[in-house]
């Protein structure tokens, strides 16, 4: 067995047809990560609130590494005006959030949508207005606490996301 270095893997570089939305993420470090994980399951666009760190700012270009570069994205200043945009566009709008209604992540079916936003909500307050969902989805967890970091629900909701859309 011998352990592969960066120049030994060639990926099959693919783009799906998912857009991530950040309601109010804060932490640089969720910033960047954010690109890093969206980048890896080739997410098409991200959209960040305006009031959040941009990827000028140190700590994301170092978490982020040169992902930054890889993958569109953009700020928004109106959180209901961008989700009523994107589902006009035709997107199905899909909330990482712990609801009465939500679908367990591993049992919704993804493939049945032609274009994804998948919403991540505020590292305090998760998700301001579920009202503009169409759908949300839960991550199960077997232990006491009942949420994760945000950018870990990503990370695990992409890799189910993109299992079922290839």
């Avoid at 209901?80 to 709008?93: C, F, V």
């Avoid at 274009?115 to 949300?136: C, P, W, Y």
């Amino acid at each position: 067995m011998k352990q592969l270095t960066h120049e030994d893997i060639q990926n099959q570089q693919k783009e799906f047809p998912i857009t991530i939305v950040c309601d109010a993420i804060r932490t640089p470090e969720n910033i960047g990560m954010c690109f890093r994980i969206s980048e890896s399951f080739g997410v098409k666009k991200i959209y960040f609130h305006e009031d959040s760190p941009t990827v000028e700012n140190r700590i994301v270009k170092k978490t982020a590494r040169n992902t930054v570069h890889e993958v569109a994205h953009e700020p928004y200043h109106d959180f209901t005006q961008l989700i009523n945009q994107l589902k006009q566009e035709g997107n199905t709008i899909i909330g990482i959030e712990i609801t009465d209604k939500s679908v367990r992540l591993q049992e919704f079916n993804f493939s049945k949508f032609e274009k994804i936003v998948l919403l991540l909500g505020s590292e305090r307050h998760g998700i301001a207005d579920i009202s503009l969902l169409d759908h949300t989805v839960s991550i199960p967890m077997y232990g006491v606490n009942s949420s994760m970091n945000v950018v870990h629900s990503l990370a695990i909701s992409l890799y189910e996301v993109t299992n079922q859309l290839q």
